[in-house]
């Protein structure tokens, strides 16, 4: 019975690890067609990942005039106050993705759904992306609220 | 480098830049020897807040004083089986220890590598004096010493061994310093070189000069070596961090003493 069980709670481990398994996200012209979930996503839970040191922490490089309640904007990125103007949600999309291929291999700002080429990943990341495929749904949402 | 930034300040044109762009014009800065990755070399120094630089310029106020004091301490107390101090050696330190701290890493011939001052220290325990080596990152004894020979070169402008062998040196350090590193996939100069005296977060990017290792910072509430700080930095990008005092990090001190050339060392220095 206890060998049973613990059989059970292994495979229930591991359907949970393939709940998360990442998916192949292709970039066409800066642009990513469809929801990496199927679905739109929330801009509630967007924002928290905006700002949540442990989510995306971009506000860590981005200033944002709907977050002035928070401290501490950061600056070493563009203010995306009126993203959502300069930008399609596929190419938003896209830039969370995996900002490289649409800013090029310079740019500070990290993929956060992305695994391969990375190099010398800390063993509790490795194989894993920043952010989730739902995540990054809402986070997209969120920065498509940000009109001028 | 400039290309990059001058990209993302045109898209930004906020009030936030204009307001470093200020403030940049106090900075000290040193002119950069021709083909150097930097414009100008400027001391972490220059980028923290009044308060904490007001704690480097006051040696009363300093807490890095508490292991300055040390170091000197241990520097004339016999250790070990050969029954030697530094001193019984070295002399006065103010003598024989100056410019170490504004020169090392240096070649050592004798094990065919670049070692640095806490690599020297322990060389010296281990096999002059036959005492137990120290711990190279957080042993207080350890962090003392190297204070304490750094800090007979304060004032002295870094410089530079150009022999070949620290040439090859540097340029593995230099690999280290451009590589992407980590989960967030950054490397040393994205945020050092391209991005320094700009807010990430809470921070104040500098050059991440090392001309004030071992520095007392408020975060750590206490003193820290120049491979502890490295470390911290790869492990904030999600990075498997080198080893303390092995091949690369060694490497890497030896090529940051280049982007470093000219600074005046500031050993023990105060951060946030």
């Not at chain 1, 996503?41 to 949540?52: C, L, P, Q, R, S």
């Not at chain 1, 005039?65 to 999309?93: C, N």
């Not at chain 2, 083909?35 to 923290?48: N, Q």
């Amino acid at each position: 019975m206890r060998f049973a069980a613990l059989v059970l709670s292994g495979v229930f481990m591991a359907s949970v690890a393939s709940a998360e398994e990442i998916k192949k996200v292709e970039i066409v012209d800066g642009a990513v067609q469809a929801s990496l979930t199927g679905k739109p996503g929330d801009a509630v839970a967007g924002a928290k990942v905006f700002k949540g040191r442990r989510a995306g922490n971009c506000l860590a490089c981005h200033g944002n005039k709907d977050m002035s309640g928070e401290q501490f904007h950061g600056e070493t990125g563009p203010i995306m106050d009126g993203v959502a103007d300069r930008y399609s949600t596929e190419q938003l999309r896209a830039i969370v993705v995996n900002s490289k291929k649409v800013f090029g291999d310079h740019t500070l700002m990290p993929a956060f759904y992305e695994v391969d080429r990375l190099s010398r990943v800390a063993k509790k990341f490795e194989g894993k992306t920043v952010l989730s495929a739902q995540q990054v749904e809402d986070v997209v949402a969120y920065l498509l609220t940000l009109k001028e | 480098m400039m290309k990059i930034f001058g990209k993302v300040a045109a898209i930004v044109a906020g009030s936030a830049l204009v307001a470093t762009a200020a403030f940049a014009e106090d900075r000290k800065s040193y002119p950069a020897p021709k083909d150097h990755p930097l414009s100008e070399i400027i001391s972490g120094y220059e980028f923290r807040t009044p308060e904490t630089r007001a704690l480097q310029d006051d040696d009363f106020e300093n807490p890095a004083y508490i292991l300055l004091d040390l170091g000197a301490e241990l520097w004339s107390t016999a250790d070990g089986a050969a029954g030697k101090s530094c001193a019984s050696c070295h002399g006065d330190a103010a003598e024989s220890m100056k410019g170490i701290g504004a020169s090392f890493p240096k070649w050592s011939k004798e094990r065919n590598k670049a070692i640095t001052v806490e690599q020297q220290i322990n060389i010296c325990r281990e096999e002059q004096m036959q005492a137990d080596t120290w711990k190279w990152t957080k042993d207080p004894n350890m962090l003392g010493m190297t204070i304490f020979v750094k800090n007979q070169s304060r004032g002295m402008p870094i410089v530079l061994d150009n022999s070949p062998e620290m040439e090859t040196v540097r340029k593995l350090g230099e690999e280290v310093y451009y590589t992407r590193y980590g989960q967030l996939d950054m490397s040393c100069a994205n945020c050092h070189e391209d991005y320094y005296g700009n807010y990430i977060r809470a921070d104040m990017l500098s050059q991440g000069q090392i001309n004030g290792f071992p520095t007392y910072r408020l975060k750590w509430n206490g003193v820290g070596s120049t491979h502890r700080r490295f470390k911290g930095c790869m492990k904030n990008i999600r990075a498997n961090p080198f080893k303390p005092q092995g091949e690369e990090f060694t490497a890497l001190e030896a090529y940051m003493m280049y982007r470093a050339v000219g600074l005046p060392i500031e050993t023990p220095s105060v951060r946030n």
